[in-house]
């Protein structure tokens, strides 16, 4: 098979437009054909659209642009391409006289694949010429977001046409998944088409809304599918004897009415195959190992859902506010007055902060004395209230020293100096500590400045903040300034 | 009914293991009762290997943990509880049994929860004492850490229970999702028991692994519904017409064998249901707008993927390797005696890096740095290679000055320059600059010291690369000195 510089899209639409987002977006030209000529304009807004989640998913090198043109002509398209994908409407006998057509004016070493979800590749092969390099190649929307691609070959196919399409599916960034016997619907569609008509059976029956439904999934099940599917989880969730204990415990509610759709029996060999394909998955994982790499996304997932307060990183806003609500409620004003530093921030080295030295990247412990930092506020009654008036601290500067290496999972604390205030201005020292043997890892000098935020410049500390401040300093002036402080890059290591 | 400051568990294994950590760990005490004494060395397991992720969840300020006790005694359990969680095998007799007798020792002002996946709470109430303060409160594995639980009320339940228990249940920290018709499964269990026994008839029926079908979830749609529900994401599918267009499109597909479970008649009334549901969870956000919300997530969560290694993060991880592969054979030798200074990095403000104003939070400008030093060291060939040989550079110092702001999608570039190298030491200085105006919106210099990983001491740098940084060094030192280089906080600003 040819090497893929051109790709050429038969139909546009939304799953055509995906394609071509990401074909150009890594590097690959295409050639769209479609009869009608103003989807033209339509290509073009689609990729646009796709362009800013797209340009955020690598900060790896990317090779210059593909350049997109357009053709209401089919068998321009078909001559100029090197991989042809359709992507017309579900109907057979529309798609078999397409990829007929196009099979006639390309090369024979140009792979044609099928975007379809569920139709048989022995069915759309059928009136092609060269047939043996056609395959379904089924992506899912957003294509240029979407790793996954189900590749189906039909009774004609080889299987070099599957290993070049796999190539070229890879090298676009997908995840090329082989489907080894055609059946309606191929995988994925069959997964996702049960829960769908189970959905519709429940609001037909007047059981829940849409809207129910689907928090039933993104609040639960659908954090644990972002990165292991159900076979995996319930091997984890049957406890030391895995998926075998799963299904003696839960074989019998499969005759129970949980959904319309009946089971299969769960015969000896059936179990044995779900035995033996939970174990390969698991690739001599430990029950225990597998529940740590589940726990440990789970956690990341929901603090990335957090940032977009979406779904379960709503909940995980709500109760966070109402955390910091009673800790407010219960802190000593005489606090303030404390001989310092303050100890603000007790945690725990969190696995994604660490790179490949398993040692946390520099960058972290500025984001733990960001929190630090965002602790200190609160004390001083900084708060949301405060901030929506349009008064604000921003970090001006920062300066940090790494002394030593913080693993993943060490629990650690930040201390905090207040060094200087003054009408805008508030200088302050963090120290982070392991909390084993209290060693110091790490220390950062900020100058934080006061201001309007409407206004965008500085502007003096409200007078009840400022006061807070000011108790602070004083409480801190008996404390030994730092060596490090002040100091410049290469003479501030304490 | 009663504050909650002690939950009782009835029964223990993997569920209630789960509610006792994330009772304990919110701060509640936990009182659980098993007729096996050994299930206690059990509990205290399951909560310890809990407790590291939990750890993680969060960084706000939590309230002491709660005290664990364990009783082999159903009563005082009963008496000591202010709310009762039941996580008993699902049987029917069993569980009406001993939730009666449960009912009978416990006030009437304690609820009692059961963890059933799927029996109807009008069944488990028949035989209490004060059945009005019984639900099911059905959570997801891990309890922990997933927030979703189904409340369902029986024929006899009180408003105030369903209130009150969902009170509780969000104090720590869950999702409740009030079931408002009693049917077998509930809501949850319904729509993945679907999907759950369709994966046995493809694994009894020969055409796929556990595996394959697993992988046809997680590299596709178990992404999109760790956030959006199939409901809502088929709405976006539709295009400017949402729901209406994506069930007229995919309507006739429902007659198809896509599943063995078949669909309902796909009326004007549940067309009808279908929109309006979908309609009020848009909640007036237009397509185009919620794309933007899922392309974001979606990027995001393949980001804290790649970082473990695991479904599409695995992908991506591959992608970039191969980027790095063809970037790095294309780079001429030549760039590395350019006056300089280096441009490295080209990227955009990503929407996770940016805080409540919307600016870019100040770890992030350090993390860019990162992202420029890595780069940096690949172009003078430290690469997997030389790592895994036991020898890196570590970062000592880094002082960053932050001079105006960067907004989210703000498409930025960085230079870098470098200022010395010794034998050990490589000193450098960068900046972040807006690319529309190339504005400078931050600069950073940084000591890097050059280590030998397993002595965990500095060590010589390497002579090719030492060569090559010298190359660096000898270009760039025509070019004028930072002024902030090398000054302390205060008086860096450049």
Not at 405 to 429: I, N, S
Request: proline share 5%.
């Amino acid at each position: 098979m040819r090497k893929v510089k051109t790709l050429g899209l038969l139909g546009t639409g939304v799953i055509g437009g995906g394609w071509a987002a990401r074909a150009l977006h890594f590097g690959i030209d295409v050639i769209a054909a479609d009869v009608k000529p103003e989807m033209e304009a339509w290509m073009r807004g689609a990729v646009a659209n796709a362009e800013p989640a797209l340009a955020r998913l690598t900060s790896a090198p990317l090779p210059p642009k593909g350049r997109l043109s357009f053709t209401t002509n089919l068998r321009e398209m078909a001559e100029k391409a090197d991989f042809i994908q359709e992507n017309i409407p579900e109907q057979l006998e529309l798609k078999q006289r397409l990829l007929g057509e196009v099979s006639r004016h390309a090369a024979a070493d140009v792979i044609i694949a099928s975007s379809t979800s569920g139709l048989m590749p022995s069915d759309l092969q059928r009136d092609m010429t060269a047939p043996e390099r056609f395959c379904v190649a089924h992506p899912f929307n957003p294509v240029y977001l979407l790793p996954l691609v189900e590749v189906v070959g039909g009774a004609k196919t080889t299987q070099t046409t599957i290993d070049a399409a796999s190539d070229f599916l890879r090298y676009i960034g997908m995840h090329p998944l082989h489907v080894r016997r055609e059946v309606p619907g191929h995988l994925t569609d069959r997964l996702q088409e049960a829960l769908w008509r189970e959905i519709l059976h429940m609001v037909n029956d007047g059981v829940a809304t849409t809207g129910e439904l689907d928090d039933a999934i993104i609040y639960g099940p659908g954090l644990r599918w972002a990165a292991m599917g159900t076979n995996l989880i319930y091997h984890l969730a049957g406890g030391e004897s895995g998926m075998r204990h799963m299904l003696a415990q839960f074989g019998p509610c499969l005759k129970w009415p949980w959904t319309k759709l009946e089971a299969p029996e769960l015969t000896e060999t059936l179990i044995d195959r779900m035995v033996e394909g939970t174990q390969a998955e698991a690739r001599g994982r430990s029950i225990r190992e597998l529940e740590r790499l589940r726990d440990d996304y789970l956690v990341a997932i929901q603090q990335v859902l957090r940032q977009y307060d979406i779904g379960a990183g709503s909940t995980l806003r709500a109760l966070e506010e109402r955390l910091y609500r009673d800790s407010d409620a219960q802190t000593p004003a005489a606090d303030l007055d404390a001989p310092g530093p303050l100890r603000l921030i007790d945690t725990t080295v969190r696995p994604e902060w660490v790179d490949y030295n398993s040692h946390m990247t520099d960058y972290r412990y500025l984001h733990v004395a960001g929190e630090a930092q965002d602790a200190l506020y609160r004390l001083v009654g900084i708060d949301d209230a405060y901030r929506r008036s349009g008064r604000m601290f921003y970090d001006v500067e920062s300066h940090v020293a790494y002394l030593r290496e913080a693993k993943a999972g060490e629990p650690v604390y930040m201390t905090t100096q207040v060094l200087d205030v003054d009408d805008k201005r508030l200088r302050v020292f963090h120290r982070l500590h392991r909390r084993s043997d209290d060693a110091l890892l790490s220390h950062c000098e900020q100058m934080h400045l006061h201001v309007d935020t409407a206004a965008a410049k500085a502007a003096p500390i409200e007078a009840g903040v400022r006061a807070r401040l000011e108790r602070l300093r004083k409480a801190h002036a008996a404390l030994a300034v730092p060596a490090a402080a002040g100091r410049g890059i290469g003479s501030a290591r304490a």
